[in-house]
């Protein structure tokens, strides 16, 4: 976590690269899966969330 960027890195069935951004308009995500590549705010994504307020 850095002021309001969290990068994380999750396994899934590969290790993929998120991270997170607290945007004005919410909360921006984005993923190196092929979901995330397409835009999509993918479980890796949420996993991340939920990581970062454990």
């Given at each position: 976590m850095d002021g309001s960027t969290v990068t994380a890195t999750v396994d899934g069935i590969r290790t993929y690269r998120v991270r997170l951004d607290v945007t004005p308009k919410g909360l921006h995500g984005r993923c190196s899966c092929p979901y995330g590549a397409?835009?999509?705010?993918c479980t890796h994504c949420v996993a991340a969330v939920a990581a970062s307020l454990a």
């Open positions: 397409d835009g999509v705010f």
